[in-house]
């Protein structure tokens, strides 16, 4: 039975088998049209959304789709934008970078090309660079703006285009909404400028490593600890990615001659052959780093996203096994190090701060309660982090901050996670806690006893369609106009929600406003401590439940047994939600 393809979407998919599309594009569209149906639908259906972080797909033809001419008409939105910004300024100038995947050289170019042809200096980097690198450039240089082309770690049929502003960090209001309105006002190739001026592209190499390199290195606080331990052994993966160079550059910079990469991983490589996903969140991510780890003796393993951005982290426990360390467990560690340093080193002035996201685990406010550290919430997303930054700079310093979601920043010169800067001052912490006769592992127990033992569980759930969206939709409302009066088993005493901007105390009905913009996420607070955070998916068809809850831990000893009634304790809550 032959399929039966919209007319409105034949007609859309026709204007793509002429000029100004070329041969081989043609070619592939006719093909569609005369061999798969289905998959002409899903290229044409719709145009690819320019969303606040800019764009992501699948590769491939069609409207709906990243290809060439999908990514030029983003570009032009986006140079359009910038002159209309900076009307008076003469030179303008934008950064560009790229990861690994395919096609990520190919859209750079098309991207550097239609900047330069509308006038605007190109910094391009000549081979794949990180995210974090891409930031630093926008700043060194100066750049109006910039653009990463990655898809983060998606599956390898994807790559994306993530577009930052002058500060170095990824687009926010009013940026953001700005943006998208002049992008969506370039309605086909022809209203691209494809004149290119090669004048006006700059190729940036190794040199910017080294001053990107030199920058990261100026942030060790135990140089002495780092030559004591400098035989510490890491295994280290970019788990084919775009972090192979700079991470063992880094730690070798730090001091760092015990590092162990794998083979098979340090080829770069957009298809991930040797994994099933390149997301260090994911424990198989790090499969073959562990048995390499294994195979040397290391201590510490280390992965990187595909674009450098965020890094996962397996450490040895007294078993001497690897255990994988979550996002709130790493960001706690490094941020017990970097205050404690800072106090020890008299660097505490009364004029410091951290930033964590909303859903980020409380530990960290616990751990800057202690050393006086002034501390902020900001909404899931490092943008908000980066904009922080920004409203505080020149008033107040910024140590580091992070996200449950595998990524960290230690100092202001990037304004985005950086898993190189994050690499080497985990390793920093690594080879601190060996100076003292601990393990990372020993070092978090130590946290625990001190602080309360917070355990961490993030839940999604997936509900496809449009039947999907409505049910997210119901579900929130639900969570909103009748919250639970207990969950599991403690009384409910506060709940903050970030679409009205209130957080209601249900112990005397008080309200106080939350001075974050509007957001459709839901947190409620309980008596025993615990954090239940719920928010729909930006990006996918899916609904986040966070379960943060507290215990006591009195010694290191009873670590497994604590452990295991918090495990019973989320068991409960997520009971007591129906989740």
């Not at 100066?142 to 502003?165: L, R």
Request: glycine share 8%; net charge negative; hydrophobic share 40%.
């Amino acid at each position: 039975m032959k399929t039966i393809i919209d007319p409105a979407i034949l007609e859309k998919a026709k204007l793509w088998l002429k000029e100004p599309y070329d041969k081989d594009t043609i070619k592939q569209v006719q093909d569609l049209m005369d061999n798969d149906p289905q998959e002409l639908t899903e290229s044409f259906y719709r145009n690819l959304e320019f969303g606040t972080g800019g764009l992501r797909g699948i590769m491939g033809v069609g409207t709906n789709r990243m290809n060439k001419y999908t990514v030029a008409m983003a570009t032009q939105g986006l140079a359009n934008y910038i002159r209309k910004m900076y009307p008076k300024q003469e030179k303008l100038s934008f950064a560009i970078a790229y990861d690994c995947r395919n096609n990520s050289t190919f859209f750079a170019e098309i991207t550097a090309e239609v900047m330069s042809a509308n006038g605007i200096h190109v910094y391009l980097f000549e081979s794949l660079r990180p995210t974090p690198e891409l930031s630093f450039a926008v700043r060194y240089f100066g750049c109006q703006s910039g653009v990463m082309i990655t898809a983060s770690h998606n599956p390898k049929e994807y790559n994306g285009y993530k577009a930052y502003w002058n500060d170095g960090g990824q687009l926010i209001a009013p940026h953001d909404k700005n943006v998208i309105h002049e992008v969506e006002k370039i309605t086909g190739p022809a209203e691209v400028n494809f004149t290119t001026k090669p004048e006006l592209i700059t190729r940036l190499g190794e040199e910017f490593d080294t001053i990107y390199i030199n920058k990261i290195k100026g942030l060790s606080l135990s140089a002495d600890v780092i030559q004591r331990q400098k035989n510490f052994p890491i295994v280290f993966t970019p788990i084919h990615g775009t972090t192979v160079k700079l991470v063992p550059m880094a730690l070798k910079a730090f001091g760092f001659e015990s590092i162990y990469g794998v083979d098979a991983q340090n080829v770069v490589d957009g298809n991930f052959p040797t994994v099933h996903s390149p997301n260090p969140e994911e424990p198989a991510a790090l499969s073959m780093a562990i048995e390499r780890a294994k195979e040397v003796d290391a201590e510490l393993v280390m992965a990187t996203d595909p674009d450098g951005d965020r890094v996962g982290i397996a450490v040895k426990n007294d078993r001497d096994e690897f255990i994988l360390l979550n996002g709130n467990q790493a960001a706690s560690l490094l941020l017990y190090y970097l205050l404690t340093k800072w106090k020890e080193n008299s660097l505490l002035t009364g004029q410091e701060f951290i930033v964590k996201t909303i859903v980020t685990s409380e530990l960290l406010f616990d751990i800057a309660d202690k050393y006086g550290v002034e501390k902020y919430d900001v909404l899931t997303g490092f943008k908000y982090i980066a904009d922080i930054i920004k409203k505080l700079e020149g008033k107040k310093t910024f140590i580091g901050g992070g996200e449950e979601s595998y990524g960290y920043l230690v100092g202001d010169f990037v304004r985005d996670k950086d898993a190189v800067i994050a690499c080497v001052m985990i390793a920093e912490t690594a080879a601190w806690a060996a100076d003292q006769g601990k393990s990372m592992y020993e070092m978090l127990k130590d946290l625990y006893v001190e602080f309360g033992f917070y355990k961490e569980k993030l839940i999604s759930v997936t509900k496809k369609g449009m039947a999907g969206a409505q049910e997210i939709k119901d579900m929130m409302a639900r969570f909103r106009n009748n919250p639970p009066l207990e969950i599991g088993g403690s009384k409910l005493v506060l709940v903050k929600d970030y679409k009205t901007g209130i957080a209601k105390s249900i112990t005397d009905g008080s309200e106080t406003k939350i001075d974050l913009p509007a957001s459709d996420v839901l947190q409620f607070f309980t008596e025993d401590g615990s954090k239940i955070s719920v928010r729909p998916s930006g990006t996918e068809p899916k609904i986040k439940f966070y379960f943060g809850v507290k215990g006591h831990l009195d010694k290191r000893e009873n670590y497994d047994l604590v452990d295991t009634a918090l495990d019973e304790q989320i068991k409960e809550v997520m009971e007591s939600l129906r989740i």
